[in-house]
T-cell receptor
């Protein structure tokens, strides 16, 4: 089955800095890669996703890049703000409606003012 | 807006008790999931269901069972709760169709403590 590795497990940055979280996956058939943000005490929520027909996707201050050859994808957050502090999970699956997501172990991002 | 509702947010149960965690979604989604979340271990899939009365084992099904009698409702059952099942349980749903296929929506979570 799929295996997703996520690094780092914790990340501390100063407000305004950039943050990068990296994930690798094992199943070359995977082609859907979402990122979820979980604030303290709340549910994980989808913030951005990428499908294997594109290499990069941006949404305001967040972007995701995908390298299918190397089987890794990354989340980039620019101009970080304290409200970006949360746990971020990457995930991977085949883009079939009957596939399940395999999650990484999560990255706790702390943005200090 | 998709709504996935878990009826119990916080539960304390005794070892050996039978525990039911209920989940309801209001978006007519075919797929429903139960995950367990533990610090440092991420989100691990316990069971999932593609349709009414159908169920599939996830990565950590031992000690759990599920029931899906209606499309909108997916229940997680701990037949005999043990202390190592103390955790946060997240229900989720998704639709296999459309551009947003595979996007899963989570409930708020149920914190279970087994003493």
């Amino acid at each position: 089955g799929e295996n997703v590795e996520q690094h780092p497990s914790t990340l501390s940055v100063q407000e305004g800095d950039s943050a990068v979280i990296k994930c690798t996956y094992s199943d070359s058939a995977s082609n859907y890669f979402p990122w979820y943000k979980q604030e303290l005490g709340k549910r994980p929520q989808l913030i951005i996703d990428i499908r294997s027909n594109v290499g990069e996707k941006k949404d305001q201050r967040i972007a995701v890049t995908l390298n299918k050859t190397a089987k890794h994808f990354s989340l980039h957050i620019t101009e970080t703000q304290p409200e970006d502090s949360a746990v971020y999970f990457c995930a991977a699956s085949k883009n079939s409606g009957y596939s399940t997501l395999t999650f990484g172990k999560g990255t706790m991002l702390l943005v200090s003012p | 807006d998709v709504k996935v509702t878990q009826s119990s947010r916080y539960l304390v149960k005794r070892t050996g008790e039978k525990v039911f965690l209920e989940c309801v979604q209001d978006m007519d989604h075919e797929n429903m999931f139960w995950y367990r979340q533990d610090p440092g271990l991420g989100l691990r899939l316990i069971y999932f269901s593609y349709d009414v009365k159908m169920k599939e084992k996830g990565d950590i099904p031992e000690g759990y069972s599920v029931s899906r009698e209606k499309k909108e409702r997916f229940s997680l059952i701990l037949e005999s709760a043990s202390t190592n099942q103390t955790s946060m349980y997240l229900c989720a749903s998704s639709s296999p169709s459309g551009e947003g296929g595979n996007t899963i929506y989570f409930g708020e979570g149920s914190w279970l403590t087994v003493v």
